[in-house]
């Protein structure tokens, strides 16, 4: 009840400020400065129907929906803003935690030249996030906020500090941990004036973070209240060449995502790139060893995380490609990626008159190589112990994939993918028993103008897999009339599958069916777009999957009805 009168009385106020002051900056220039207001507003609503053949479930509201409302009011050095929520219920898909209506977000901040204070709900990361990131995915159902007091300050040039101390959002309501932190960071290059011209760029930073939760003398084990975490971080920059390091340490974390175990965390992350003039080169790597953290020791799936683990993998935007996402292993992974990025250079055989962009990506991730603790000896808390610091065991993921961008002439554009994938399920998805899914993906993207309003994109995508579901094919045709309208008709059809082999077949999908299934998810959506506002309709069937993004993800169940979508910009 008191958080409640507390989230009104400031609600309110910001209210009050804000709509006192509505009239946006005078035309007159000797007039008074009385501020600008700017904000969106987003409406996601959805009609379902029961639909056995895709196990749709029947939904008792039939018709529910997620609503947003951002306002933004900033006058000299003050900056005050709100966003509104309803979940009248939440879409399908999304935590049924949330819930209602509610102003879960409002803050002020007061920023000058070397001081940045704010007061309420914010948003914040320390380096690469391995020990603190909050952030908002409104695709994802995420938003672990911090809300409470955060200062930031440069008390020389090259140097930033950055303090944060609050009670994190958890859906509708706050988690009952304190997170508290601190930042600094030295730029050498601007902290030393002889350094300034030099080719070679140096940043150093370093962070602690820590969470309290008392321990309530309720469960089986004595847990620590306070939790701290800390990390150092190193960013080299010379000419095409950039570095990035960064490595944390947690200690002793019992918890219900690791089951209780004593052992500390860690996590090593490594990057470098090179860059010139069609030519790019990215190497990364991550180690990750009983890295869950949280501001509640009970929390479970995405709730109340404290820190973000980066998952490298390529961010696919094709839907066959992101059947099979990979999911961030929080208690124990090592993993790598590699990209190359080349331009063939245009007026040669494979350039032609524009040039073709190829881009190769390869990412794996394994298991830690480490062995389970005997459960009956007094160190079974610690829960196993790592054989080799970068040796994995298991793999997980797999992914390599090429694509080639191409433009024929003026009009006519073409994008080709291919790739082939590993998928670990039981271990990604948290399903023991499943099996590994193997799986080869081609993308054929096409693009043609036909005037400068007028243009038509073809999608063609096929997966092909003897595991799990089986092969599916899908297609997109989408026609836009620039600026204002577009319509778009897809399907994606489940066409082959397999039925399991008998227990202790080696090769455990061999009868092959073809077309048992014939599934079809059709999809039909229309938008117009006025302004800075975008109004979309649609009628179709979503299969039921995982959706992921940067290694967060959550599980969408099948549906069929119609769509509704709003958002405007102000």
């Avoid at 975490?229 to 390091?245: C, D, F, P």
């Avoid at 390529?314 to 992101?322: E, I």
């Avoid at 039909?524 to 290694?551: M, P, S």
């Amino acid at each position: 009840m008191k958080n409640k009168l507390h989230l009104l009385s400031v609600s309110l106020f910001l209210c009050s400020f804000i709509f006192l002051h509505s009239p946006l900056k005078a035309q007159n220039s000797n007039a008074p400065n009385l501020g600008e207001i700017h904000g969106n507003f987003e409406m996601d609503m959805q009609y379902y129907n029961p639909d056995s053949a895709i196990k749709a479930p029947a939904v008792p509201e039939k018709t529910l929906m997620n609503g947003f409302l951002n306002l933004l009011y900033t006058r000299d050095n003050f900056t005050a803003g709100l966003r509104y929520e309803a979940y009248l219920g939440a879409l399908q898909g999304y935590d049924p935690r949330y819930k209602g209506t509610g102003i879960m977000y409002r803050f002020v901040t007061y920023k000058t030249e070397q001081l940045e204070v704010t007061v309420g709900s914010f948003y914040e990361q320390f380096g690469s996030g391995l020990i603190l990131r909050t952030y908002e995915d409104r695709g994802l159902g995420y938003d672990n906020a911090l809300d409470g007091i955060r200062i930031k300050m440069s008390p020389r040039k090259g140097i930033y500090l950055k303090g944060v101390y609050g009670l994190q959002r958890s859906f509708m309501t706050y988690g009952p941990g304190t997170v508290r932190g601190i930042d600094g960071e030295i730029n050498f290059n601007e902290f030393f004036d002889r350094l300034a011209n030099k080719k070679t760029s140096v940043l150093l930073g370093v962070s602690f973070v820590s969470k309290f939760q008392p321990d309530n003398g309720t469960g089986t084990y004595i847990v620590p209240q306070n939790v701290g975490a800390w990390s150092e971080r190193l960013n080299i920059h010379r000419g095409k060449v950039t570095l990035q390091a960064e490595y944390a340490y947690k200690i002793n974390d019992p918890s219900f995502t690791n089951n209780y175990n004593y052992r500390p965390g860690q996590a090593l992350f490594v990057t470098g790139s090179y860059s010139q003039k069609g030519l790019g080169i990215s190497l990364s790597g991550i180690r990750v060893d009983n890295m869950d953290f949280r501001s509640d020791r009970t929390a479970s799936v995405n709730n109340l995380l404290i820190n973000y683990l980066p998952c490298l993998t390529k961010q696919q935007t094709y839907s066959m490609l992101n059947f099979y996402p990979y999911a961030t292993q929080a208690l124990g992974e090592i993993g790598y990626q590699a990209e190359v990025t080349y331009k063939i250079k245009k007026g040669t055989l494979l350039g032609g008159d524009y040039g073709t962009l190829i881009v190769g990506n390869f990412s794996t991730f394994y298991g830690l190589d480490s062995t389970k603790l005997n459960p009956a000896s007094d160190s079974a808390r610690m829960g196993y112990k790592v054989n080799k610091f970068l040796g994995g065991s298991d793999r997980y993921f797999e992914d390599f994939n090429v694509e080639a961008d191409h433009k024929f002439n003026q009009n006519f554009k073409a994008i080709a993918v291919y790739a082939s994938q590993v998928y670990d399920k039981a271990i990604i998805q948290g399903e023991p028993g499943e099996h590994t899914i193997y799986s080869q993906i081609g993308v054929m993207d096409l693009i043609y103008k036909f005037t400068d309003t007028l243009s038509l994109r073809v999608e063609l995508e096929h997966l092909y897999t003897k595991q799990d579901q089986g092969s599916w094919v899908s297609g997109l045709v989408e026609f836009t009339i620039a600026p204002k309208y577009y319509v778009a008709v897809g399907d994606q059809w489940n066409y082959r599958s397999f039925t399991p082999a008998a227990a202790g077949q080696a090769n455990y999908f061999n009868n092959e069916l073809v077309g048992p299934r014939g599934i079809h998810y059709l999809n039909l959506t229309a938008g117009y777009i006025h302004k800075t506002t975008r109004y979309q309709i649609g009628y179709g069937k979503q299969r039921a999957g995982i959706f992921c993004v940067g290694g967060v993800c959550r599980t969408v169940p099948a549906s069929n009805g119609f769509t509704c979508s709003i958002i405007s910009n102000f």
